[in-house]
């Protein structure tokens, strides 16, 4: 438990701790069968947005649970995928049209990323990568706030759906939030939903 004296920043690294382990072991255990379940939960989930929406997943990185056959599986139901991309450390993240074959090209801290040719999307549906949530839909992620603002930008131009992304084991009873934080709308992990953004 945090201290008096712990600041909201110790808070979050003391957690973010925990949640990587969480996660590592998690991924360690069942990744590939996880992929799948998520992939399938997330289109019965949203199956009556899907086919008017362009939905913004990520190009998986370290243990985060791996999105792309989710990818595969709403390019083959002829739904609009993006990928993000860094315009700079302060600035909200863009996306960019992106399918299974399309060129990917490496950036900053690991990522794959569209060309630059790719066509801007702005999405309807956003999936979020994070280290922990909560019930009430709070994330932690890595400390960049990258999706925080990008999702206060998107909400800021018209209503979209913010869906964390997870293995179920990466639910915490409270995540610490904070002034710039971001609610989720829900999460979809690879075992349930949970209803968020109350």
């Not at 791996?66 to 002829?78: F, K, N």
């Not at 909400?155 to 990466?170: L, T």
């Not at 639910?171 to 953004?197: C, K, Q, S, W, Y």
Request: net charge negative; glycine share 6%.
């Amino acid at each position: 438990m945090p201290t008096h004296t712990d600041s909201p920043t110790d808070e979050k690294q003391a957690l973010r701790r925990r949640a990587q382990s969480v996660r590592a072991t998690a991924h360690a255990a069942r990744s590939e069968a996880a992929s799948t379940a998520l992939a399938e939960m997330f289109c019965r989930t949203l199956a009556d947005r899907l086919a008017e929406s362009a939905v913004a997943l990520y190009w998986p990185m370290r243990d985060e649970i791996d999105v792309r056959p989710l990818i595969t599986r709403l390019a083959e139901m002829a739904v609009r995928t993006a990928l993000p991309v860094m315009t700079g450390a302060t600035d909200p993240l863009t996306f960019r049209a992106w399918v299974p074959g399309d060129a990917l090209i490496a950036a900053a801290f690991g990522v794959q990323e569209p060309a630059a040719s790719a066509p801007r999307v702005i999405p309807d549906i956003v999936a979020v990568p994070l280290l922990a949530f909560d019930a009430v839909g709070n994330r932690l992620g890595y400390g960049g706030g990258y999706y925080d603002r990008t999702l206060r930008d998107l909400r800021s131009c018209g209503k979209i759906v913010a869906v964390g992304v997870a293995y179920d084991e990466q639910e915490f009873a409270a995540v610490p939030r904070h002034t710039g934080d971001e609610i989720l709308d829900m999460v979809i992990t690879d075992r349930r939903v949970v209803a968020a953004g109350t």
